[in-house]
């Protein structure tokens, strides 16, 4: 596969060089440069088949030039060793969960794959990997068990002190082996100021072979596409066909995944995006102006984002045209206290716990269906699983969340963790020492 930059439509990299740079140096996105066509048949057919063959049968018309069949088969059998069901919360509403992989979110098929195909570019090339992350939560925890164990890789993961949840820590600092964890005495923009600065260090890449595992990379973008065929598999052998996915959206990753599912011909009807009061989508889609803000602290935290990333992704699809995006897309805005309401609302009609990301999608889910009522399944996704909230979910619901399997075992776990203050040389002699 060959790459272009949104920002410069002649580039073309490999797909080896998008993967190890994340963003071409014109600070566009990588797109591909076909987006391949799936074979009518296999979607006719696409009830019969498991989500690790779905998986690969995409993964293979994006990368089966790169990356030989028999190698991509073990790194897709490795990725995408846990389910994504499809649950249905009454005749036309049902829940997608992305959240039975090992950090209970979504991001983990981002992360295990492309942890997975950096292990496999790096060992060709004999030379150690060295991850860099900054989080603020969720996304580290999605790095650090997706980068476990796989050799030829070591991640550093940075995080603001006192500033994650307790399950989001134990992910981060209870792992060893190749994953390293530092907790800095500062904000989540000093940490991402730490490896930006690396990033920019010519002098420490003389010594590393640096790379992120930032969430524009493209190798995070392809395996989010596999589970909306594998919802459409699922919803298929139901007897349902059309279907209108909500999505919970911040940088709008995963609904660009969606929508890049959808240009390689997998039939939706229609996509939502759900967001938190950080609404720089829905103003665009309603007056054409694209105006970023700073973002707003909400319940739903992995969403607050005031300039989304992976819009350009998106705009990249749709020629820049507005009318044909609106066609395909609508979005929704709301505040802590609808979120707070729907939560409530969920647990109270159909029994189901939900963080306030899902809780958000199901709101949007509902505001479309009430414009556009009509006979298909809605389906709305759920990026993480509650447990990881504890904050956001009143006390009594919280205790009746049934915790997901190996949930627990990380307590108790020695943190494994180096303290360290904002500063740039610190943080460099501490790469270099453990070099
Ligand atoms: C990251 C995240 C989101 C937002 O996904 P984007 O791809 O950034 O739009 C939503 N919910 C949860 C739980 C997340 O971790």
Redesign the pocket.
């Known amino acids: 596969m060959k790459l272009y930059s949104t920002n410069n439509h002649d580039l073309r990299v490999s797909f080896e060089d998008a993967v190890f740079n994340s963003l071409p140096t014109d600070k566009g996105l990588y797109m591909p440069e076909n987006i391949p066509q799936l074979d009518p048949s296999f979607l006719r057919n696409i009830q019969q088949y498991s989500l690790q063959e779905i998986a690969f049968h995409i993964a293979n018309a994006f990368i089966g030039e790169d990356i030989p069949e028999a190698d991509l088969k073990a790194i897709i059998t490795d990725a995408i060793n846990f389910d994504a069901p499809v649950r249905f919360l009454d005749s036309k509403t049902a829940v997608l969960e992305l959240f039975h992989g090992p950090s209970y ?3 983990d098929f981002g992360a295990r794959f492309m942890s997975r195909i950096m292990g496999y570019f790096s060992k060709q090339d004999d030379q150690l990997l060295d991850v860099l992350v900054a989080t603020s939560g ?2 580290g925890g999605a790095v650090a068990l997706g980068f476990l164990g796989v050799s030829g890789t070591r991640v550093t993961i940075l995080y603001p002190k006192g500033k994650v949840s307790k399950v989001q820590e134990e992910q981060l600092t209870t792992n060893g082996m190749n994953i390293r964890a530092i907790e800095v005495e500062g904000t989540f923009d000093d940490c991402q100021k730490l490896v930006k600065t690396a990033f920019n260090d010519q002098n420490l890449k003389g010594h590393l072979r640096l790379t992120s595992a930032n ?1 524009i990379n493209i190798a995070r973008l392809i395996p ?1 596409t596999f589970y909306y065929f594998w919802a459409y598999a699922q919803l298929k052998s139901q007897g349902a066909s059309d279907i209108v996915f909500t ?10 995944a969606g929508l890049l599912a959808y240009k390689m011909g997998l039939p939706v009807k229609h996509f939502v995006a759900g967001t938190n009061v950080n609404d720089t989508v829905p103003r665009f889609l309603e007056n054409g102006r694209y105006e970023p803000m700073p973002s707003q602290q909400t319940l ?1 935290n ?2 607050d ?1 005031g300039d ?1 990333s ?1 819009w350009v992704r998106i705009q990249a699809m749709f020629e820049n045209d507005l009318d044909q995006l609106r066609q395909v897309i609508s979005s929704y805005t709301y505040t802590d206290a609808q979120t707070k309401t729907a939560m409530d609302m969920l647990f109270t009609t159909y029994g189901y716990i939900a ?1 306030p ?2 809780a958000i999608a199901y709101l949007a889910s509902e505001a479309f269906r009430a414009e556009h009522p009509g006979d298909y399944a809605s389906v709305f996704l759920s ?2 699983h509650p447990c ?1 909230f504890p904050d956001a979910i009143s006390s009594d619901v919280f205790e009746q969340i049934q915790l997901p399997k190996g949930a627990g075992e990380l307590e108790g776990k020695p943190k494994l963790v180096t303290e360290m203050e904002v500063d740039y040389e610190i943080f460099k002699a501490y790469l270099l020492a453990n070099n």
Not at 247 to 256: E, H, L, Q
Request: aromatic fraction near 6%; proline fraction near 7%.
């Open positions: 979110a979504f991001k969720d996304t969430s989010q999505v919970p959206s911040g940088n709008f990753g995963n609904i660009g739903a992995a969403m984002v989304p992976n963080c990301h899902t990026t993480a990881k």
